[in-house]
Structures are given as C-alpha cells and as structure tokens.
C-alpha cells in the first residue's frame, strides 16, 4: 500500500491536516477531500445557501441554477433576483467564498490541552452535507464495485464451463485417436496382445 494513502490530505487544496476529511469516488476514482473543496466540487447536489443535501433534485418550479455553474438552489433560498435568469450561487458570486474555515487538528505540542475547533451552526451545516454527500458517493461505489464483481464471477462461471467442455472434447479426441490408431494398425494390435 502507497503511504501517502494513508495522509489525511485534501487532494483538491492540498491542507495536510484538514479538520474532516472524506472519501469520494469520482469516476471510479476514490478522492480524499476536505468539507469544503468536496461542497465546492459536489455543487449540484445541495443548496449552498441552505446546505442541505438533496435526496431529490427540486422540481424545476422550486429551484434556481446558477449561471457559471451547476449549483442548484432552492428558489425560497436564493434572494430574488431582478430576473430569474440572473442568479450566481454565493462560491461563484465571491471568489474567496469557503463553505467550511480551514481550521486544523491540534498540533503535536497541543494534544492534551483543551483545543477545540468549535462548529458554528452553517459549519456544523456544511460538515453535515458534505458527509451525506460522501455517505451516497461511497454508496453508489459499493454497488457499481459489487455489479463489477457480479458479472466478474458470472464470466468467471462461463469460462469455466467452456474449459470444461474443451478438455470433454479433447479426451474424446484421444479416445477416438487411440481407437482409429488400433483400427489402422492391427499388428500393433497383436504385438500389444502378447
């Protein structure tokens, strides 16, 4: 195993020691990205005014998409535009926007101390969007992973069968091989008698 697999590293930003960090699959790719570069990456799939994750994408009367991105709000979410056509999720409309602070872990002179990294409510948000983004993520990858392994074991079974079959046809090949050698040749057949 690479060690570097191992380092709790945000591949997007690169934090070495991000506060939370999650695993995603992006194209059979497992990632590891921090709350806010996956919220930044995963747009599509929660408010980001409201940071709540959708298990359902709203109907079309219910949402706004920003212009410059794929990022769906909730139309009660987004402030209202001087026209519908006109709106610019907040990561888009502010380039140092940050759906959750880089904060990190106590550092090695720290542990045992009393340090927190204290979660306001929209942080405490995030994380928990980002999490139920990672959940569905590493959930489809489990079942596109175990269909793979289904149809592997299902080739695997076929193959076999054909193997089977081929070494049934080449001992009937033998057989018939030997017995038309005999045929062909009986003073083989009388010397092999003695």
């Known amino acids: 195993m690479n060690p570097d697999q ?27 990205l921090c709350t806010d570069c996956l919220l930044k990456e995963h ?13 359902d994408v709203p109907p079309p009367n ?7 991105c794929s990022s769906i709000t909730h139309l009660a979410c987004s402030p209202p ?28 002179d720290q542990i045992g101390e009393n340090v927190e990294t204290p979660l306001d409510t929209e942080s405490g948000k995030a994380l928990l969007a980002a999490a139920e983004i990672a ?3 590493m959930n489809n990858a489990v079942a596109q992973l175990k269909n793979e392994a289904v ?10 069968m ?3 079959e081929a070494l049934a046809n080449l001992q009937d090949l033998v057989v018939r ?14 010397n092999s008698d003695r």
């Open 6 to 32: 191992n380092r709790r590293q945000c591949i997007a930003c690169g934090e070495s020691e991000p506060s939370f960090i999650h695993t995603v699959s992006k194209n059979g790719v497992f990632r590891r």
């Open 43 to 55: 747009r599509e799939l929660f408010c980001p005014v409201c940071l709540v994750a959708f298990v």
């Open 62 to 68: 219910a949402r706004i998409i920003c212009l410059d």
């Open 81 to 108: 535009p001087s026209s519908s056509s006109s709106f610019t999720c907040p990561p888009c409309s502010d380039p140092n926007f940050s759906f959750f602070p880089k904060s990190h872990l106590p550092s090695s």
């Open 135 to 137: 959940v569905v993520s």
């Open 151 to 160: 149809k592997k074991i299902l080739d695997a079974k076929m193959a076999k």
């Open 162 to 164: 054909r193997a089977k």
């Open 177 to 190: 091989q030997k017995a038309s050698e005999n045929n062909d040749n009986p003073s083989k057949r009388k």
